[in-house]
């Protein structure tokens, strides 16, 4: 994916509904409009409130293995002849450019983490819409295979606070399509740091559809 145009591609339509919307602008315009809120973590817990990765399809692959699938360029491996769980693939993962061969080298990154989703807004949700939010394939950016250390070394941080070594453009188009498709809201140091980056990206468009 490219810094300029950045399009949805649905990888299954899993939180999309009837009532979905589009939304498209210059990603200076979609910062702009962000929500400000302070952000209140108070009370997260993620197995409690986003639980684990689901097996939507009943296919015994979970959104992990669904991911790892989509994202190889080559016919993936399991680890047994159930085709279950994914052993083998080549990744190359896009906050470094690294290639990956094992399954156990990378992780999967909730670009907008669970932890700042919840004290974003997602703390009010029915447990349902957090669940479908923890596993949504239903756009390729919010989950994404990456680089282990990479994504440890992210955690919970915002873009105020970390961005990855490549492609930093796309990364802050993706967090902020991710923020208007889910209605989460941003605080003030986030939303100035993605002002920044989004004034030195001046031909990203994000297109995303509102859940």
């Known amino acids: 994916m490219t810094a300029g145009t950045l399009l949805l591609t649905a990888l299954a339509p899993m939180t999309a509904t009837a009532g979905s919307t589009e939304y498209s602008a210059?990603?200076?315009?979609?910062?702009?409009?962000?929500?400000?809120?302070?952000?209140?973590?108070?009370?997260?817990?993620?197995?409690?409130?986003?639980?684990?990765?689901?097996?939507?399809?009943?296919?015994?692959?979970n959104a992990r293995a669904e991911v790892l699938i989509e994202e190889s360029s080559t016919e993936v491996t399991f680890t047994n002849?159930?085709?279950?769980?994914?052993?083998?693939?080549?990744?190359?993962?896009?906050?470094?450019?690294?290639?990956?061969?094992?399954?156990?080298?990378?992780?999967?990154?909730?670009?907008?983490?669970?932890?700042?989703?919840?004290?974003?807004?997602?703390?009010?949700?029915?447990?349902?819409?957090?669940?479908?939010?923890?596993n949504d394939l239903g756009d390729e950016r919010l989950l994404t295979a990456q680089t282990g250390a990479l994504n440890t070394e992210k955690g919970s941080k915002g873009p105020e606070e970390w961005l990855p070594p490549k492609d930093q453009c796309t990364y802050v188009a993706d967090w902020t399509a991710m923020k208007v498709r889910?209605?989460?809201?941003?605080?003030?140091?986030?939303?100035?740091?993605?002002?920044?980056?989004?004034?030195?990206?001046?031909?990203?468009?994000?297109?995303?559809?509102?859940?």
Not at 81 to 104: I, L, N, P, Q
Not at 183 to 206: F, H, Q, R
């Open 26 to 61: 210059p990603l200076t315009q979609a910062v702009e409009e962000l929500p400000v809120a302070a952000e209140d973590n108070a009370g997260y817990d993620r197995k409690k409130h986003f639980g684990s990765w689901k097996d939507e399809d009943g296919d015994c692959q």
């Open 81 to 134: 002849e159930k085709e279950c769980t994914v052993d083998g693939g080549t990744w190359t993962t896009t906050w470094d450019g690294v290639v990956h061969r094992k399954a156990s080298e990378t992780q999967i990154d909730h670009t907008v983490p669970l932890h700042e989703a919840w004290g974003s807004g997602a703390q009010e949700w029915e447990d349902t819409r957090r669940k479908a939010y923890a």
């Open 182 to 211: 889910w209605g989460l809201t941003v605080d003030e140091a986030e939303k100035a740091k993605m002002a920044e980056m989004a004034a030195s990206c001046p031909e990203t468009t994000i297109t995303v559809t509102v859940v």
